[in-house]
């Protein structure tokens, strides 16, 4: 359930970035939480909704948008989206990838209320 | 635009990150409609705090050439008892950062082997984080070893997601827990640089494929060194220890 600790690095960032642009409160938070990242977005969501209160997050919705893998082959030079937790380029079967997105959890947009 | 560096950071650039003294490429943008909201484009690692902790442990670990490994794996498939064993095969001295929830057993059975050893008690948390393993390095003395160890809580899923401040992640995998948990657990043997299949004295008495734990590797993994083990087969450990002495960070 590491779920917990993260949220509150999100809020921490949220209360942050408030206050630096003069905000009364956040209305949405908006992710980007990639397949192999290690997060499950259902636990993400409850963490959220239980931490929110009586943050600056209080009234804010979470929009999570899943990041599939985006893979680089660099035998073929195809670029791919895969959405199964391998790194196999689809286009030839090789394994000579580079791991381009979805492996990292990033705090993508706020919608502040000022 | 960025005016630091002039680069034109958008949405699609989710893994361009850099930062100027603080400034994370955060741009307001009035909503026409509505004149109280504002939307800030942040594209910012949730876990910033931490990697920016981990690569301040990772310089401090640098700077007394010592070079830290975090073993990770699932509970009771050997990192203590690896840790116990390793003395007899490697020349360079080390220390062990210890977490568990609870109790200080592994740090003192080290300690009973004469391994410097601390112990941080999470409590309820399910991995160390780097801020946990900083705290811990105010109790080692890095001077008089080469190599740090930290043994992370036994866990196949949290600890994958936070970087500690090591220079390589060593994985466990033990013959009973079966070569499915690779995967299982994606996420920890896709980070993983190095995976240590433990207790092969028991592959007998297990349907472990190791052939199946490389072919799965191979689609998450490709890069990474295998080595299969058990503590009671010195060649085996002599192998292991022979791969820790060149990957040493000087």
């Known amino acids: 359930m590491h779920e917990y600790s993260i949220v509150m690095s999100l809020m921490d960032q949220c209360e942050a970035l408030a206050l630096q642009h003069n905000a009364k409160g956040i209305e949405q938070v908006e992710l980007k939480i990639g397949i192999l990242s290690g997060v499950e977005p259902a636990l993400l969501a409850q963490a959220f909704d239980t931490f929110k209160l009586e943050t600056v997050c209080n009234d804010a919705k979470l929009i999570m948008n899943i990041q599939p893998l985006v893979l680089q082959c660099r035998d073929c030079e195809q670029q791919t989206q895969v959405n199964e937790r391998t790194i196999i380029c689809p286009a030839c079967g090789g394994n000579n990838t580079l791991v381009m997105d979805g492996e990292d959890m990033m705090l993508m947009q706020l919608i502040l209320d000022t | 635009m960025c005016k630091d560096c002039g680069c034109s950071i958008t949405h699609d650039h989710a893994d361009h990150q850099h930062t100027h003294g603080g400034h994370h490429h955060g741009q307001l943008h009035s909503n026409p409609q509505l004149n109280d909201k504002k939307t800030l484009a942040v594209i910012h690692k949730i876990l910033d705090k931490n990697d920016v902790e981990a690569q301040h442990n990772r310089d401090h670990f640098k700077s007394h050439n010592v070079t830290a490994f975090n073993l990770m794996s699932s509970p009771g498939s050997g990192k203590t008892t690896l840790l116990e064993c390793l003395p007899e095969y490697l020349e360079q001295k080390y220390a062990v950062i210890e977490g568990d929830l609870e109790t200080s057993r592994d740090a003192d059975r080290l300690i009973a082997k004469g391994i410097n050893a601390y112990q941080i008690q999470t409590g309820s948390a399910c991995h160390l984080d780097a801020f946990m393993v900083h705290g811990a390095l105010h ?40 070569d499915d948990k690779i995967e299982k657990y ?28 490389k072919q799965q590797l191979h689609k998450l993994n490709p890069n990474v060194e295998l080595f299969v083990l058990s503590v009671k087969n010195p060649e085996s450990m002599k192998i292991f220890a022979h791969w820790i002495n060149h990957n040493l960070e000087h």
């Open chain 2, 139 to 178: 109790h080692i003395d890095l001077d008089p070893i080469d190599i740090c160890f930290v043994e992370n809580v036994g866990n196949l899923v949290c600890p994958a997601s936070y970087d500690v401040g090591t220079h390589k992640n060593i994985v466990l995998l033990s013959v009973p827990e079966g």
């Open chain 2, 186 to 213: 994606p996420v920890m043997f896709r980070r993983a640089d190095v995976v240590v299949i433990t207790k092969s004295d028991l592959l007998p008495y297990f349907d472990f494929s190791i052939e199946q734990a």
